[in-house]
């Protein structure tokens, strides 16, 4: 099914392989979610101010408008950070499976 070096180099390898998958994962879901809750709390205060500020104005409602499709933005940027960690980390505990599978011979 493999190439016999391929599959010496999977069965040393695999298990140090998901482990540095697994870790890279956590770190991208972290960076995400990090860099999502920095620029949401920056959007809101942005928002907060012009609410308080410019309560009723026409303009207002254009920059609510502008600060609600960033804020959509940073969603789908910061999902797609996650989306990306959480492969990671499948293929991780993948590697770490083969790694540890019993080997007979």
């Keep these: 099914?493999?190439?016999a070096a391929f599959c010496v180099f999977l069965a040393k390898w695999s298990s140090v392989l998901g482990?540095?998958?697994d870790i890279l994962g956590a770190v991208l879901v972290?960076?995400?979610?990090?860099?999502?809750i920095?620029?949401?709390?920056?959007?809101?205060?942005?928002?907060?101010?012009e609410t308080i500020d410019e309560y009723g104005s026409g303009?207002?409602?254009?920059?609510?408008?502008d600060l609600s499709a960033a804020r959509a933005q940073e969603r789908v940027?910061?999902?797609?950070?996650?989306?990306?960690?959480?492969?990671?980390f499948v293929i991780g505990f993948v590697l770490?499976?083969?790694g540890s599978w019993p080997k007979h011979g």
């Design 59 to 65: 303009d207002l409602l254009n920059r609510n408008a």
């Design 1 to 3: 099914m493999c190439s």
């Design 96 to 98: 770490q499976g083969i």
């Design 77 to 88: 940027r910061a999902a797609r950070w996650a989306a990306f960690g959480l492969a990671c």
């Design 38 to 49: 920095a620029k949401a709390t920056a959007l809101e205060q942005i928002a907060l101010g």
């Design 19 to 21: 482990v540095t998958f």
């Design 30 to 36: 972290y960076v995400g979610v990090r860099i999502g």
